[in-house]
């Protein structure tokens, strides 16, 4: 069975500060695809980005940069420089194949990790 | 704006009773899903339709129902079988092939059952 853990429940940073969130993974598939989501107070969960299981580089979008390591499953999330409006609670996901159509997909989430950034 | 709409945003009812929660999509989806979100937990599958007219259970389908009549429409039903049902109920679908699709998510229907 597929499982992924996200050991931080909360995590309180200053604003300006870098801050990591931690996402391990497991699964006997040899493709698959690794996600992050943003649920804000508002309660949507926000796509913040995918990795497929063969693609190993570091990804940077703005302060926001992940880290993929097959070798120890693990998808880390930096955001560099935090601001208030990143407080968020924050999902790393792993997907898997649903059904025979081949056109559903079931994500197989972690329990989050809240992030609080202050002032 | 294309999006999923759910609603209503809060919703209270009395123990015993069922209650639909609706979920729209003008994303021209083919899948849509149902997950249920508890405080400190990830979020869980309850439902998933992959075409009109079908519809499979997830992971905690007990005391829940489904009905997927229109490619844009995937209502869920809390019956009173469901032991736990106060929860946040997330709807969501997916464009393209499998497991490489992102979700996207409505808004969310809280729903509190005393």
């Known amino acids: 069975a597929q499982k992924v853990t996200q050991a931080q429940t909360e995590i309180s940073v200053v604003e300006k500060e870098d801050v990591t969130l931690d996402c391990v993974y497991e699964?006997?598939?040899?493709?698959?695809?690794l996600f992050w989501y943003k649920q804000p107070p508002s309660g949507e969960l926000v796509f913040l980005i995918r990795?497929?299981?063969?693609?190993?580089q570091n990804e940077i979008s703005g302060r926001y940069s992940w880290n993929f390591q097959k070798s120890t499953s693990s998808f880390n999330f930096t955001i560099t420089a935090s601001q208030v409006v990143d407080s968020a609670v924050y999902f790393c996901?792993?997907?898997?194949?649903?059904?025979?159509?081949?056109?559903?997909?079931?994500?197989?989430f972690g329990t989050g990790t809240r992030l609080q950034v202050t002032l | 704006d294309g999006g999923i709409t759910q609603s209503p945003k809060y919703l209270f009812r009395k123990e015993g009773q069922n209650v639909t929660l609706s979920c729209e999509q003008n994303?021209?989806?083919?899948?849509m899903y149902w997950y249920r979100q508890d405080p400190g937990q990830g979020l869980r599958l309850i439902y998933y339709s992959q075409i009109v007219n079908d519809f499979q259970k997830g992971d905690i389908a007990e005391g829940y129902s489904v009905s997927r009549e229109k490619k844009e429409s995937f209502p869920l039903t809390v019956t009173s079988a469901q032991k736990n049902p106060t929860a946040f109920y997330l709807c969501a679908s997916t464009l393209g092939t499998v497991i490489s699709s992102p979700l996207h998510f409505g808004n969310g229907t809280r729903l509190t059952v005393t």
């Open positions: 990795r497929n299981s063969f693609d190993e």
């Open positions: 994303l021209n989806h083919d899948a």
């Open positions: 699964t006997r598939d040899t493709t698959y695809y």
């Open positions: 996901a792993l997907s898997e194949a649903l059904g025979s159509a081949g056109t559903a997909s079931k994500l197989t």
